[in-house]
């Protein structure tokens, strides 16, 4: 049973609105896998079908080698759910949040569990604060806490990082790593790309497809180009004149322009060309390998 | 289903519950607050009306009259007029609500055979209500003056006993018709479904708004449960609420219960699980706590207040409006709490209220399964 969650053509409409159309997915035990794309691209959606809080239209999931539709129950104790908007209980305490929790996962013998858990995401000295008065990184400590008390084995996140602050982002993703090294599988949303950089595998998603499923480093290779990066200025002219001049695809970053090239000499001086015909200024020029980022635009240009 | 996950829902719901001051406040003020309002500012009784007299025969019999007036509870005399100028300006400036002119004749009259002995009184119409009740006051005392003058001259003319009817109206279950006592249990009924059904709506449509219900839902809870979890806490306080408005009727205003304290218990229930499922049935409809409290006061207040026969009585009511009264279980239980606590009827009684509320709460059940169900399904 490598794979833990298998996903088979899912669709899901809402009224006239396509929001999943037809998706096919396998995710292996012990990985960290991110869908990544858009708002509104479905992937809370997906998720959402995923933890059996909404039911699809058509197509086959199963969880654990077990289809959710009829394992409801043995399913639900298995996994773990994080929503967007960190559900806690804002006029009970970190104790009385992670209390409730457990008792609704059917744990009645929680204490040493909660311990380890406050420990573990650093809140122990907070236990006795009402989770209202928790700034954004606790409550999302907090959310998480309580999703783990039953120790699941998938964990599903969804967008667990935004509206938070950078260091407690650094905070929940170093939480998130010693997950993994305990067996548990992470599904995550996420529109950062920088933070589907750091899982194993992932899903790129756009108005309801998968546009690529690989590791980000396979998917970054996949397309077979390089990116030009080229200080200059006035930057927002050349930007112009290179979107104007035809087929490239540029990127405007501040004084940087990212100009996605096949990577050939000829190209390079090509661009070079038009930029001294054009009267700008180039301060440095280098190659670089594509991000995520860059890649993404790519393919939803395309 | 796991009572110790009821038990959790149960546990939690109260500490939120109990730590939210202000909402507990509202909740154990508004009844208290409610009873004294209508206890004392909302009296329908007519008493201490103000009288002034404008004596011009001034003799025993005209004496006589005055003194029966103003020895019942219902006059007060505030004063004697001189001149028939100022009797309308009295009126104007509303100094008193009634005035009786004695002419100057009533006692000569009353003594002749045939006379034709008057009085006058006017009464300030700008009340009509009031001024019907106190159109009814005079007019049966001044009957009471007439049978005493009639035996007294009978007794003279030596024959006994004239009057062969003698009118004695008693009026049962609440003798002194005092309106309180009354409007007790129409309170009572209006304070419980209001709390049930707001509380109710607002902490289900809570979990909604924080998205707390999502996470339940991935849980091992099932829909039962949690519905049982909610419910519970909520019947205990508007039971207590029930108990304590009760309790001040009776301190305040004297309420006693004539019936059984166990039938009255039972019927309380059966009127706050309508409530509930009331209240579960707005939580199913509203998404927002704004929408929910709305919806919530509009299907539990208004009717209960204006369409139960807590005040306005149903029987008067045009025919439409009372098939409409229909729409508030508060009717069922005003009338078997009525009955209850004021006539000490028994369950035959109010089978038919009992079965009437239970009909009801079977019908927003399945109307909240049907439209969750559909909502559902749009998800």
Redo the contacts between chains.
């Keep these: 049973m490598n794979n833990i969650i298998e996903i088979l053509d899912l669709k899901k409409n809402?009224?006239s609105v396509e929001a999943v159309k037809g998706i096919s997915l396998e995710i292996h035990k012990g990985e960290m896998f991110a869908l990544v794309g858009p708002d509104g691209a479905g992937k809370t959606t997906t998720i959402r079908m995923l933890?059996?809080?909404?039911s699809p239209d058509s197509g086959k999931l199963s969880l654990l080698g077990k289809n959710i539709k009829e394992n409801k129950?043995f399913i639900?104790?298995k996994?773990g759910?994080l929503?967007?908007?960190f559900?806690?209980?804002?006029?009970?305490t970190i104790d009385?949040n992670i209390e409730?929790?457990a008792?609704?996962?059917?744990i009645?013998d929680y204490s040493e569990r909660r311990n380890e858990l406050l420990e573990f995401t650093r809140l122990t000295p907070f236990r006795d604060r009402l989770a209202d008065n928790l700034s954004g990184g606790m409550k999302q400590k907090l959310a998480l806490a309580?999703?783990l008390i039953h120790r699941p084995e998938i964990l599903f996140l969804d967008e667990p990082t935004t509206g938070v602050d950078p260091v407690s982002r650094r905070d929940f993703w170093k939480i998130l790593s010693g997950l993994i090294k305990d067996g548990i599988t992470i599904l995550m949303t996420t529109p950062y790309l920088d933070e589907a950089e750091r899982c194993t595998r992932v899903a790129l998603m756009n108005d309801g497809k998968i546009i690529a499923l690989d590791t980000p480093a396979e998917i970054k290779k996949s397309i077979g180009k390089s990116i030009l990066e080229v200080v200059c200025s006035p930057s927002r002219k050349a930007y112009k004149i290179i979107k104007e001049s035809g087929d490239l695809e540029v990127q405007l970053f501040g004084d940087r322009l990212n100009i996605m090239i096949e990577n050939r000499q000829e190209n390079i001086d090509e661009i070079m060309n038009i930029f001294n015909q054009n009267e700008i200024k180039i301060s440095g020029t280098r190659i670089i390998t594509p991000t995520l980022e860059n890649v993404f635009i790519h393919l939803i240009n395309n | 289903m796991s009572i110790k996950r009821i038990n959790a829902i149960i546990i939690k719901e109260f500490k939120q519950l109990l730590r939210d001051k202000r909402y507990l406040f509202v909740l154990f003020f508004f009844p208290v607050f409610l009873l004294g309002m209508f206890g004392y500012a909302v009296n329908f009784d007519v008493k201490n009306i103000k009288l002034a007299v404008m004596d011009n025969d001034n003799s025993k019999e005209s004496r006589e009259f005055i003194k029966t007036l103003i020895s019942s509870e219902y006059f007060i005399l505030s004063g004697y007029i001189e001149k028939d100028s100022d009797i309308k300006p009295m009126l104007d400036n509303q100094d008193v609500q009634l005035i009786l002119v004695v002419p100057q004749n009533f006692s000569t009259e009353l003594a002749k055979n045939n006379g034709k002995p008057s009085l006058q009184f006017l009464v300030d119409g700008v009340n009509g209500n009031t001024a019907l009740i106190i159109n009814n006051y005079i007019t049966s005392a001044a009957m009471n003056f007439n049978a005493k003058i009639q035996t007294g001259f009978a007794e003279k003319a030596g024959i006994t006993s004239l009057s062969p009817i003698n009118f004695q109206p008693r009026f049962w279950f609440n003798p002194s018709l005092e309106t309180t006592k009354y409007l007790i249990p129409g309170l009572i009924a209006m304070i419980l479904i209001v709390t049930a059904v707001v509380s109710v709506s607002l902490s289900l449509v809570r979990e909604k708004e924080r998205g707390t219900i999502e996470q339940i839902k991935v849980s091992s809870v099932n829909t039962i449960e949690m519905l049982l979890g909610k419910a519970v806490p909520y019947v205990c306080i508007a039971m207590l609420n029930g108990i304590l408005v009760l309790i001040a009727g009776m301190l305040l205003f004297n309420l006693e219960i004539q019936g059984s304290y166990l039938l009255l218990l039972l019927t309380t229930s059966i009127f706050l699980l309508a409530g509930i499922i009331l209240g579960i049935f707005v939580s199913v409809v509203a998404d927002s706590q704004q929408v929910a409290f709305t919806i919530a006061v509009f299907l539990s207040f208004l009717p209960s207040f204006i369409l139960s026969g807590f005040v306005f009585p149903i029987d008067s009511m045009p025919p439409i409006i009372q098939i409409i009264t229909n729409i508030t279980p508060a009717k069922f239980f005003v009338a078997a709490s009525r009955s209850i606590i004021l006539k000490g009827a028994g369950v035959s009684a109010i089978y038919d209220q009992l079965m009437y509320l239970i009909l009801y709460t079977l019908f927003f059940l399945i109307l909240a399964v049907l439209i969750s169900i559909k909502k559902e399904k749009e998800l």
């Design positions: 809402y009224s933890t059996g809080l909404i129950n639900q104790n996994i759910y929503s967007q908007k559900s806690l209980y804002g006029d009970l009385e409730f929790f008792h609704i996962h059917n009645f309580c999703s």
